[in-house]
């Protein structure tokens, strides 16, 4: 039995909710809307139980497209994903106290944002290099002789680095054997927002010179046949590769530091990559866009915070830094083109979440998990989240559970606020009040 609510959108078109049981906020409905009246968009829209606003379009939604990408659908953080690896270890072999762990996976993953915070300091670690060198460094020259706008100056600087917002390194036990889990998320950096932002504009522009209405300007797509469409697809497949092996090489740092804090020797891994895809060790994107066959049809399907939850694929389901988080297997859903939630969602907005709760209330809300209690994390306490208990009721004929982890020590990357955004943020603060 499927479990989605029809949400009409108007012109015969229409959306598909996983929204029982679970809260959708007017704005994301209306953004969900705003999709699905889009004249590329076919031949509906699916939305997740953890769908929120987003910046361009509803986070926790799947938009299928012919033959035009829209990049603002994808946004700045492309690739953004998650990597899991079971360790041989149990929670008593780490430190009672674990402080200086979560002190020392700090320092060996650069946390933060944006630009030189969370950047590797020169000369970056010689992996890094070499991986930049042999996987990206060619193309993104070319890409960028093409487009300046999206050069970095950070680009091989942040390859390997966490990031900011709800990114996360955690450290888990599961509810199988209590074994010690590593779990990261993160994305493409300050790389993906480049291209993201560069190839939006360049999509208004498009629409904006050949008169196309669109419900929403953020939903500005290039066709086929264009070369914006051609180059937009190149520095996306880029990005998505970027974001992937950024988690890989996190997690090679992370279990250097976790074996030198354990009492029990576990064996050094150099690449995660090698691994294949187990129970034991999930790695997936969900914020992503890849051509498909659905209802019979090639599309180009962007997973907008959203798992690819075909038969039997392995996906990671987080709550909140202080809930459960599941791994789950796929059940082939045709009604959501394959697709779950990539996390519960948020309830509430960053900025909303700060006036909501207090750091007393962000301490008992993490009480038993070793992480950062000021205000500097108060945005992403566990009130902001849904639950993920109903967000994965919503779901429960979109995959199965195959068994859920708690974390003991989260690290979160602190963002340094821009002055601009300051302001800005301010100013809607006041016109709110």
């Known amino acids: ?12 078109r229409h959306v598909k909710a ?25 031949p509906y829209v699916a939305a997740m139980p953890d769908a929120h606003m987003g910046y361009g379009s509803t986070v926790g939604s ?16 492309i690739g953004c994903g998650m990597i899991y690896k079971k360790l041989a270890i149990k929670r008593e072999d780490l430190p009672e106290n674990l402080a200086e762990l979560r002190a020392a996976l700090e320092a060996a993953i650069p946390n933060g944002g944006p630009g030189e915070v969370g950047a590797w300091p020169e000369p970056v670690p010689a992996l890094v290099r070499e991986v930049w060198m042999q996987l990206f460094s060619d193309v993104y020259d070319r890409l960028g002789r093409k487009h300046p706008e999206i050069v970095s100056t950070f680009a091989m600087r942040q390859l390997g680095t966490l990031g900011t917002g709800n990114h996360f390194v955690e450290l888990t036990t599961d509810s199988v054997d209590g074994n010690v889990g590593l779990v990261i998320h993160s994305g493409s950096r300050g790389l993906g927002n480049k291209i993201g932002s560069h190839f939006t504009a360049i999509a208004r522009h498009y629409c904006e010179q050949n008169h ?5 300007r953020d939903l500005a797509f290039l ?26 090489y996190m997690a090679v740092q992370a279990y250097k530091v976790i074996s030198k804090f354990s ?14 895809q187990s129970p034991e060790f999930v ?15 090639k599309l180009f399907v962007t997973r907008k915070g959203a798992v690819r939850a075909a038969k039997d694929d392995l996906g990671i389901i987080p709550g909140s830094m202080g809930a459960r988080t599941y791994i789950v297997s796929g059940l082939g859903s045709a009604d959501s083109f394959a697709s779950c939630s990539h996390g519960a969602g948020r309830a509430m907005s960053r900025a909303a979440a700060k006036k909501a709760f207090t750091v007393a209330d962000h301490i008992k809300a993490t009480e038993g998990v070793e992480c950062d209690k000021t205000d500097g994390t108060l945005d992403e306490t566990p009130g902001a989240y849904k639950d993920i208990e109903l967000v994965m009721a919503a779901q429960s004929d979109l995959v199965k559970p195959l068994f859920h982890m708690k974390q003991f020590l989260c690290v979160k990357g602190k963002g340094e606020e821009k002055k601009w955004q ?12």
């Not at 180059?231 to 992937?244: G, R």
Request: aromatic share 8%; with cysteine.
């Open 18 to 42: 996983w929204m029982r049981g679970v809260q959708f906020e007017q704005a994301a409905i209306q953004q969900l809307i705003n999709a699905a009246r889009l004249s590329v968009v076919h």
């Open 62 to 77: 799947v938009i299928p497209t012919r033959d035009a990408v829209i990049p603002s659908a994808v946004g700045v953080d």
């Open 263 to 276: 009492t029990k020797s576990i064996q050094y891994v150099s690449k995660f990559g090698s691994h294949k």
């Open 1 to 12: 039995m499927s479990n989605f609510e029809i949400i009409e959108a108007g012109q015969g």
């Open 223 to 248: 066709p086929r046949g264009t070369t914006a469409f051609d180059d937009y697809l190149e520095a996306l497949n880029f990005a998505q590769a970027y974001a992937w092996e950024n988690r890989l």
């Open 283 to 297: 790695h997936c994107h969900h914020n992503y866009m890849v051509e498909e066959t659905h209802h019979g049809e």
């Open 422 to 433: 300051k302001k800005k943020r301010l100013a809607a603060e006041a016109a709110a009040q």
């Open 212 to 216: 196309i209405g669109l419900p929403d």
